[in-house]
């Protein structure tokens, strides 16, 4: 037994060792210094060297798939001063009630909380920005021209927000991003993109209806945060529930509190199996979101927290407002393993 149990043990550290180092994922471009998901986010992340820059992609009125987290515009621009009395009922200002002509009137700035606070007070400075909303093809065409003058590349790593409330809004957020990506040439690059969503029904109807052959990750959320009723993401994280995904996707973006369970009375890190058994499934595992001035509790440098989740836990990507932070340990602790490892 001990053998065999030896036996298990190397080839788990083997098949760790050969692993490739993982993928940077600019969470809304480089938004631990700019304004998320501008231009200039996505400029700058780009030369910091992230592998794949994160679009959340919503609808305007008239179909067209705009770069931004919300379905509201009021968290991140300026509407509200620029078209008083345009909100709904909850007093929220939809993405999906305003045109492209209008929406390129807006002003983006730093997230505000909703008594108008920021949620990062030591970020960007509130005030005048001089940066506005992209379309999705607006971002394609920055992304592949940086690609080209750099000479160095980066992905796309799209979310579909919230495609039942499209849908309920008459529009397919689904086909209209394909449809960007047909027109950009990025439709089949396999390679060069992933699609994202928290919203199960629109991953198959990705794959078995629309036949994208792009890869797909299952967002898994919080149950506590309400982010879709239709879904149970605590099932999601059962064997049963990532056998189910395996069957439509590649891959389990996990909330990184979902592996990382915090601390236990002797100060030991406790995790979960999750990693694990979606790795047993042939499933990529990117958690989310890594961010310098939000630690999670127990943690108490970002180094820490990325050496607890690559160096230990093995994922294979992960999602971080601060890319050159990632990209600077990965190049430094990863690579360096990888030099240090004896050639058979």
Request: hydrophobic share 40%; charged share 25%.
């Amino acid at each position: 037994m001990r053998t065999l149990a030896l036996a298990l043990c190397l080839a788990v550290s083997s098949a760790m060792a050969e692993r490739a180092p993982p993928l940077v994922i600019a969470h809304r471009g480089a938004s631990g210094y700019l304004p998320e998901h501008t231009l200039a986010a996505k400029a700058l992340a780009h030369g910091m060297g992230a592998d794949y820059l994160e679009q959340d992609v919503v609808l305007t009125r008239d179909g067209v798939p705009i770069v931004l987290h919300d379905i509201y515009l009021d968290a991140t621009t300026d509407v509200a001063s620029r078209f008083p009395g345009r909100a709904r009922d909850d007093g929220r200002y939809y993405a999906i009630d305003f045109d492209l002509v209008e929406i390129r009137q807006l002003e983006a700035g730093e997230r505000r909380q909703p008594d108008g606070s920021l949620a990062f007070p030591e970020r960007f400075p509130a005030g005048r920005s001089g940066l506005g909303v992209p379309t999705l093809a607006e971002e394609i065409a920055l992304i592949s021209g940086l690609n080209r003058s750099r000479g160095r590349h980066s992905g796309l790593y799209i979310e579909l927000k919230a495609p039942r409330f499209h849908r309920r809004q008459g529009q397919d957020i689904a086909r209209r991003v394909l449809d960007v990506l047909r027109d950009t040439g990025y439709a089949e690059r396999r390679d060069d993109v992933f699609l994202q969503c928290f919203d199960d029904a629109t991953l198959r109807y990705l794959r078995h209806d629309l036949r994208t052959p792009l890869p797909l990750i299952q967002l898994i959320a919080d149950n506590r945060w309400g982010e879709n009723s239709a879904v149970d993401y605590d099932h999601l994280q059962s064997d049963a529930g990532l056998a189910a995904i395996a069957e439509y996707a590649d891959g389990i973006g996990p909330w990184l509190m979902q592996i990382y369970r915090g601390r236990d009375a002797k100060g030991r890190p406790q995790l979960s199996d999750l990693v694990a058994r979606a790795h047993a499934l042939g499933l990529a595992v990117h958690p989310y979101t890594f961010r310098r001035d939000q630690l999670p509790p127990g943690i108490t440098s970002f180094d820490e927290l990325l050496d607890l989740f690559i160096g230990q836990v093995g994922v294979d990507g992960l999602f971080t407002d601060f890319p050159d932070l990632a990209r600077g340990y990965i190049d430094t602790h990863v690579d360096a393993r990888t030099e240090a490892r004896p050639t058979p």
